[in-house]
Structure formats: C-alpha cells, structure tokens
C-alpha cells in the first residue's frame, strides 16, 4: 500500500506466536466470541435475551434501552457463512486503515460506524417509523467502503481495484435489501457508507471548515524583520500549494493530476529553484 502511514500507529498490540494482533483482530475476536455465545442462546430458547440486546427504537425512546446502540452489532444469526466474509473485511481491511489512520483513528472510525445508524433510527422513531436490527453486516461493509476510499487502486480479485468492487458490492446489496423491501437494513447501510466517506475525507483534508478571517492591526516592522517574514510567507505559500497535490500523489498516482494541477506543481518547483540559486 502506498498511501502514508500514520505516526500514531504504534503497531501490533501484541503477538501470538508469529501472529500480529491489532485492535481490528481483537474486535474480530470479540464478534467470533458473540456469534457462539448468540447460538448458544438461540439453543436454549433465551429469545427474550436476545431481545433485550438488539436494537429497537421503540425500547430507546420508550424504556430508555441506552445499551442497544452498542450491543446491537454483537447479536449474530445464521446465516453464518456470511459471517466469515464479514470477519476477513474486519481483519484484513481493518488491520490496513489503523495502519493509516492510527489506532485511535481506527477505533474512533469504527466508533462512527456502530452508533451513526441507531441515531438516525432512533430519530427516525420521533415521526413514527418503529425499527429494530442486529448484526454487523452494514458496519464491516464500511469499514470496507473506508478501506476503498483510502486506497482505490489496489488490486484486489483478479486484478480489480477496490473501488470498483467496493461500488459493485454497494449495489449488489442495495438491491437486495430493495428486492427484501428491507428498508431498515437498506438506511443502515447508505448510513454507514456516507459515514465511512465523510470520516476519510475530512481525515485527508477533502472537507475543510473555514473559520472567518480575522482584521489584525498592521506594525510596522524593521526592514531585515520585514524581509524575513515575506520570505517565511512566501515559503509558507509554496507548501500550501504543493502539500494538496502531492498527498494526491501519493493517494493516486501522478497520472491523478489534472492539467491545472501539473502547471501549479511545475510553477512551485521553478520558485523552489529559484530561492535555491539565490541564496
């Protein structure tokens, strides 16, 4: 994978054997843990357990059931092939983002994924649309989309980018929740999505927030003082300028550049060069 690493990643945190563990593979663990522990409820009849940890907008807004909205995406039923799927898009796809975002980046990610859809439902509840869902199937599927949106072009099966697999798949289960005329499954699922690109993108600088410019005073300042702030300045512009395309390189590849884009990085080199010879 090409794309920057972050420095707050501070690797595995442990080993088994030859086995690295990350937080991605403690947290397949936990749902492989639950998916046992689901059957062995479901086996004993304990439905009304079960109930009591799945979500249901009505037990939030009516019987103050805070816990669901955590414990919704730890209750498992069969189909249970399925699940396997979703535990290799957690381990593997997983273990790549908190290798870019970090550790705490991850688990805050992964954070938005489990609660940003129980809170839409719940809203949702407010007008009058009573719902209830369990598993985790829309959350691993963004942390896929997030795997996606942070490295498109890797090759993944037989030589397709991930972003075309990770579009294929969003269809393919869309029209399956439409064909199902399930529509709960269907907004947990865009809600995901939607989180999972909102999270990269404002991670990789895509959505700024402009804060207001301030008026300052002007003091005068001594020629030499005067001179080295415009060149601070001057370097600072240049970074501003190079900083974006070269992080779109590194994300996509130099052929990514517009033509806009190759004047802005070739103008910014000469003035570079420039400041070189001159000193």
């Known amino acids: 994978m090409i794309a920057q690493r972050s420095p707050e990643n501070n690797g595995p945190l442990t080993w088994i054997g030859s086995f690295p563990v990350y937080a991605s593979t403690v947290l397949a663990g936990v749902h492989g843990l639950t998916l046992i522990l689901t059957a062995l409820a479901m086996a004993a009849?304990?439905?009304?357990?079960?109930?009591m940890v799945v979500f249901s907008s009505n037990a939030i807004s009516m019987h103050w059931a805070l816990w669901q909205p955590l414990t919704y995406a730890f209750v498992h039923v069969p189909p249970y092939w399925f699940f396997l799927i979703e535990l290799y898009l957690l381990v593997v796809f997983g273990r790549e983002i908190e290798g870019y975002l970090g550790r705490r980046g991850f688990l805050q990610l992964y954070t938005l994924l489990l609660l940003a859809p129980t809170l839409l439902l719940t809203l949702a509840n407010l007008i009058g649309w009573s719902t209830s869902y369990a598993g985790s199937s829309a959350l691993h599927f963004g942390v896929f989309i997030a795997f996606a949106l942070i490295y498109p072009t890797a090759e993944m099966f037989f030589g397709i980018q991930a972003k075309w697999i990770a579009l294929a798949l969003l269809a393919i289960n869309s029209l399956q929740c439409l064909a199902l005329s399930d529509y709960t499954a269907l907004t947990v699922?865009?809600?995901d999505c939607v989180a999972a690109c909102l999270f990269i993108g404002f991670h990789q600088g895509r959505f700024m927030i402009r804060v207001p410019e301030?008026?300052?005073?002007?003091?005068?300042q001594p020629?030499?003082?005067?001179?080295?702030?415009r060149k601070v300045e001057d370097e600072g512009k240049v970074d501003d300028v190079i900083d974006p395309i070269l992080e779109k390189i590194s994300r996509s590849g130099l052929g990514s550049l517009s033509v806009k884009e190759r004047e802005r990085l070739e103008h910014a080199r000469a003035r570079l060069i420039a400041k070189d010879t001159q000193r």
């Open 189 to 191: 699922l865009a809600v």
């Open 223 to 229: 020629a030499s003082s005067a001179a080295n702030s």
């Open 45 to 51: 009849g304990a439905e009304s357990l079960l109930q």
């Open 214 to 220: 301030r008026r300052f005073k002007v003091v005068r």
